[in-house]
């Protein structure tokens, strides 16, 4: 067990649809990234946030958004949902204060759209 | 940005074998992860090793920085080896803070009883 939770661990929905998830990171750590795996472009990053702010961007659609709240959870909101959009989503954590440091990840969550 | 190449993109063994597992990474690093990822979609951290060998049971990893890749081996392979194994890096022309991670396309290995 990493000590990232992610909720719900799965998710179907149709398309048009907006969903939100969800991200603990571990105790004590204050960055927070979010990657998406889906069979044609492998694993992604997405976004990263520090202490509440953003940090670093990737490649991120702009139907996207996430945010890091103060007591350091994220969520992840997809909205305008389309078939391509299918994938596992993971979030990430580290302590965020060193500048190399190993990133611990979640259980992903599922997501299907239809 | 960083390309990163792992080698072989499969690889079907029999229980007890040994393999090595190969990342190639186009750039300078200063952070590398090694992954598992389990029949269930799980990740698991298995080394952090930008340079160096480490050791953990069975499993073992060098990075030859320089060099420019890492090698992840597995000895005396069990069932519960199988799965996809990801290298990842951080590229050294990121900025502080941007700790962002460029995963490789995986090697998908297989353990038959």
């Known amino acids: 067990d990493s000590g990232v939770t992610q909720t719900p661990k799965h998710l179907i929905t149709a398309t048009g649809q907006r969903v939100t998830l969800r991200c603990s990171p571990r105790?004590?750590?204050?960055?927070v990234y979010w990657y998406q795996q889906s069979l044609d472009q492998g694993l992604q990053f997405l976004i990263q946030?520090?202490?509440?702010?953003?940090?670093a961007k990737g490649n991120i659609l702009e139907r996207f958004s996430a945010q890091q709240f103060p007591d350091l959870h994220s969520e992840l909101n997809l909205s305008s949902l389309e078939l391509g959009d299918s994938a596992l989503y993971f979030c990430?954590?580290?302590?965020?204060?060193?500048?190399?440091?190993?990133?611990?990840f979640g259980p992903g969550t599922r997501l299907l759209v239809l | 940005g960083i390309q990163v190449e792992q080698s072989p993109p499969d690889l079907i063994l029999q229980e007890g074998a040994n393999s090595t597992l190969r990342c190639n990474f186009s750039?300078?690093?200063?952070?590398l992860q090694w992954f598992h990822q389990n029949p269930w979609g799980q990740l698991i951290n298995l080394f952090y090793?930008?340079?160096g060998t480490k050791q953990n049971g069975r499993l073992s990893a060098t990075t030859v920085a320089t060099e420019r890749y890492s090698l992840l081996y597995i000895s005396s392979s069990q069932t519960t080896d199988s799965g996809v194994y990801f290298c990842?890096?951080?590229?050294?022309?990121?900025?502080?803070?941007?700790?962002?991670?460029?995963f490789g396309t995986g090697t998908r290995l297989t353990i038959i009883p």
């Open positions: 990430a954590s580290s302590a965020g204060y060193r500048e190399l440091e190993t990133q611990y």
């Open positions: 105790s004590g750590d204050l960055s």
């Open positions: 946030y520090y202490n509440g702010e953003e940090r």
């Open positions: 750039d300078s690093v200063n952070n």
């Open positions: 090793i930008p340079s």
């Open positions: 990842a890096v951080r590229s050294t022309r990121g900025y502080f803070g941007n700790e962002k991670l460029t």
